[in-house]
């Protein structure tokens, strides 16, 4: 099981909590992302933190995009937004970690670390892509992100219809997989004014809802296909689910591709407000969600329910949808009381 307390410490900054509080808390999470998806998930944190010019959910464009290269004011803090908030010192974490990763690359090796996944290691593909326009020496960061991309596309099984599995050894698809993959694909994509690798993003995340949305619920089911199934409703990967959506909907827009990805994103936005709208019935009087929505048997999880206040959250500012505003408003001050 995978815990979201990375996913706090953007929340903990937004609700005005002292500065040493967030800085203890982004300490905390220094010593404890040690997985492959941990140290992603931090650099995705670190970058909506920090970094506001640059994630993608308020960048006004991404650097060797569309939107970056037909702005107005065409020069390089405009093209390369990276390398300015490298210089400001707001990426220092992010860099300092794919200098990181790829001290400790195995030589020779596509995938950016080790992992029985194939999804994980992808999270950090974005970080690496960032690191990169900061120009930042010493490492190769651009090939390590394309060894990483070529792996995915050539070398990871799919299923009969195209889906990359989650696994490196069998095709098996994990709801997880829509936080790692789609936005590194998405991001990669505008990035280099790739649109088949945007497509590609929005083609893996309508395959894997294909199969692992639960009709009677809307909601997604963990894990499909492969040697074993876990076709519970489990509530941080219904998170994951909603989370990625909105990072691979939020690059489109930073890149400039809206007009051009109108039908994806309206898909995009079905999907998350789907997630929501099974999702939130199903909370506890307590104010969580049980760890497999649809389970009382199962306990009681902070994590998940912190990752569905966060997606209802972005939902509001990414699609206008305040539906379940008011009960995300609520349990975000008792998450944190």
Excluded at 162 to 170: F, T, V
Excluded at 305 to 315: P, Q
Aim: overall charge negative.
């Amino acid at each position: 099981m995978r815990t979201l307390s990375p996913l706090l410490v953007y929340a903990l900054s937004a609700s005005a909590l002292s500065p040493a509080t967030v800085e203890l808390v982004k300490a905390r999470l220094k010593d404890a992302a040690k997985k492959s998806w941990e140290i992603g998930t931090r650099a995705q944190t670190l970058l909506e933190l920090e970094a506001p010019s640059v994630s993608v959910f308020t960048a006004s464009s991404i650097p060797g995009s569309p939107a970056a290269a037909s702005s107005p004011s065409l020069n390089s803090t405009t093209l390369n937004a990276a390398r300015l908030a490298f210089t400001n010192g707001q990426l220092d974490d992010v860099v300092g970690l794919s200098h990181e990763i790829l001290a400790n690359k195995q030589q020779g090796t596509l995938p950016l670390m080790k992992d029985g996944s194939s999804a994980d290691p992808a999270s950090n593909g974005v970080g690496m892509i960032i690191a990169n326009w900061t120009e930042a020496q010493g490492s190769d960061f651009a090939a390590a992100a394309s060894d990483q991309l070529t792996w995915l596309l050539e070398h990871v099984p799919r299923s009969s219809k195209g889906a990359i599995s989650h696994r490196n050894s069998e095709v098996q698809l994990w709801s997880d997989f829509i936080y790692m993959v789609p936005p590194f694909l998405a991001y990669y994509g505008a990035s280099t004014s790739n649109t088949s690798l945007v497509s590609e993003a929005h083609t893996q995340i309508k395959l894997y809802r294909d199969i692992l949305r639960d009709k009677p619920t809307g909601i997604w089911q963990h894990i499909r296909q492969g040697s074993f199934e876990d076709r519970g409703l489990w509530s941080t990967g219904n998170g994951w689910a909603a989370m990625g959506i909105m990072r691979v909907a939020a690059t489109i827009r930073a890149a400039g591709y809206s007009s051009q990805f109108k039908e994806e994103m309206d898909d995009f936005e079905i999907w998350t407000a789907e997630i929501l709208d099974g999702m939130w019935p199903l909370i506890t009087e307590e104010g969580l969600f049980y760890n497999y929505a649809n389970n009382p048997k199962t306990f009681l999880d902070a994590a998940g329910t912190a990752l569905m206040v966060a997606s209802t959250y972005r939902a509001a500012t990414m699609f206008n949808n305040t539906k379940h505003l008011d009960i995300a408003e609520k349990l975000f001050h008792f998450l944190h009381s």
